[in-house]
């Protein structure tokens, strides 16, 4: 069974542009959460998807957004991208809702580098 | 605001020494406990879930226990090999995972 998938694994943008990263869920789940992870923050909550409805955001500016698809593949969009973007994307799929005894895997995440 | 810490930062064992790894928490009333390692550069592993009304779970080398009176989770393992070096995270998940910052672990052949 595959696990969750990440594309693409790296990205290089310079400031002012847009980025849209994808991820595909495995198989069967239905939820799709999205974290930043750097070295300063550690790892922080985007959003999570559930059935093409976002069900949680996290404390972003609206220049994240993200969306689900009727196959639960999800993307992420950040537009204006600032140096401060700079950041490995991680999503993680679970089979019902994000919490409870849901257990939520990881992909190997996305690198993006603004400069 | 959940609050998660794990101390230390950073640990250095020699192979086969056992690993204790702590993880504190500030809300009680937490859902469940996951713990995770994390290799350079590379996603999260799922390790462990211990759900709110469990106290402990095993699987192979690793335990981890929850205490929630005490807002503590630790995560053993059991003699150690140079492969376990990693980040372990530990995050609570109610409608998100809330992550602690993680403990390096080096383990020395």
């Known amino acids: 069974k595959a696990g969750v998938t990440q594309t693409p694994r790296y990205l290089i943008k310079t400031r002012g542009q847009q980025v849209t990263l994808s991820c595909s869920p495995i198989s069967g789940h239905r939820s799709v959460s999205w974290y930043q992870q750097t070295p300063g923050q550690g790892l922080q909550f985007l959003f999570e998807?559930?059935?093409?409805?976002?069900?949680n955001k996290g404390n972003f500016p609206g220049r994240f957004s993200g969306r689900q698809f009727s196959n639960s593949r999800s993307e992420m969009n950040v537009s204006t991208l600032e140096l401060g973007d700079s950041a490995l994307y991680l999503c993680a799929s679970s089979l019902g809702p994000a919490g409870g005894e849901n257990i939520q895997y990881f992909g190997a995440g996305t690198r993006l580098s603004v400069l | 605001k959940q609050e998660v810490t794990q101390i230390p930062a950073a640990l250095s064992v020699p192979e086969g020494e056992n690993l204790v790894l702590n993880c504190s928490f500030t809300?009680?009333?937490?859902?469940?406990l996951q713990w995770f390692r994390q290799d350079p550069g590379k996603g999260l592993t799922s390790l462990l879930l211990i759900q709110s009304s469990q106290r402990e779970q095993t699987s192979g080398r690793l335990n981890a226990s929850l205490d929630k009176s005490s807002g503590r989770s630790t995560l053993y393992i059991a003699a150690s090999q140079p492969g376990d070096s990693a980040t372990y995270l530990c995050?609570?998940?109610?409608?998100?995972?809330?992550f602690g910052a993680g403990t390096t672990v080096t383990v020395r052949a």
């Open positions: 809300d009680s009333a937490i859902y469940n």
């Open positions: 995050a609570l998940n109610d409608y998100k995972l809330s």
């Open positions: 998807y559930f059935s093409e409805t976002q069900r």
